[in-house]
């Protein structure tokens, strides 16, 4: 496709409940990035992706949540049992070789998602 | 700390008027600092600065570091109402690949 997607766009989960949200990066961008953004906060950072290797991982706030890019492609963000600070808009993004290097990352339209 | 400060929060503004919007941050030791477009979900990238002093300018937008008093600004002039977003700031870390942001500036721009 022509820009990142994401899927699903929106989410409302109760809590407890398992998650997984979807990322297909621009076709040829080795490098895939998750982060998470509350209302009225900027974007923090969950992980990143080089191919199929996660070589960050630190932003993970908690074990509950894991992601996974097997194929060097499609990027899946798990979370496990749910809880309501788990509220947020997820963000993927991913960048061509040397614009990473750089920062320059284009990003998905998010998954929003609410627990209740 | 290690954060980045973005300020004002918030901005209203009428057509025409022109904005400036500023960065601060405290880490010394970073590759770039750049400047991302949030409409809707997507943010979208304007400019990345690696250079103290050096502009960057594109069509009524420009942007510039100082590395020495730790600050960017982004100035938009004759603002339009397409220009409503939220400007994020983000410094781009030496280790690792990861962008640490601002909290965002949301602009209003009224016809």
């Known amino acids: 496709g022509a820009g990142v997607s994401q899927s699903p766009r929106y989410k409302v989960a109760k809590r407890g409940q398992d998650v997984a949200l979807r990322c297909d990066p621009i076709?040829?961008?080795?490098?895939l990035f998750w982060y998470q953004q509350a209302l009225g906060q900027g974007p923090e950072f969950l992980t990143y992706?080089?191919?199929?290797?996660?070589?960050?991982k630190s932003g993970l706030p908690s074990d509950r949540f894991f992601a996974e890019r097997p194929e060097g492609s499609v990027s899946t963000l798990k979370i496990q049992r749910t809880q309501q600070e788990d509220s947020a808009v997820y963000l993927c993004?991913?960048?061509?070789?040397?614009?990473?290097?750089?920062?320059?990352?284009?990003f998905g339209e998010g998954s929003r998602l609410t627990v209740l | 700390e290690d954060k980045v400060v973005q300020s004002p929060l918030s901005l209203v503004v009428h057509e025409g008027d022109t904005v400036t919007l500023n960065c601060s941050y405290e880490v010394t030791n970073f590759r770039s600092l750049l400047w991302y477009k949030q409409e809707k979900k997507a943010p979208t990238f304007l400019f990345m600065l690696?250079?103290?002093?050096i502009e960057k300018k594109s069509g009524r937008l420009s942007s510039i570091l100082d590395k020495k008093e730790l600050f960017s600004i982004l100035n938009i002039t004759a603002t339009q109402t397409g220009d409503s977003a939220i400007y994020l700031c983000a410094r781009f870390e030496t280790s690792g690949s990861r962008l640490t942001f601002g909290e965002g500036t949301q602009l209003t721009v009224n016809p």
């Open positions: 076709s040829g961008h080795v490098s």
């Open positions: 993004a991913s960048s061509a070789p040397g614009l990473a290097a750089a920062g320059e990352l284009f």
């Open positions: 992706f080089q191919n199929e290797a996660q070589l960050d």
């Open positions: 690696t250079s103290s002093g």
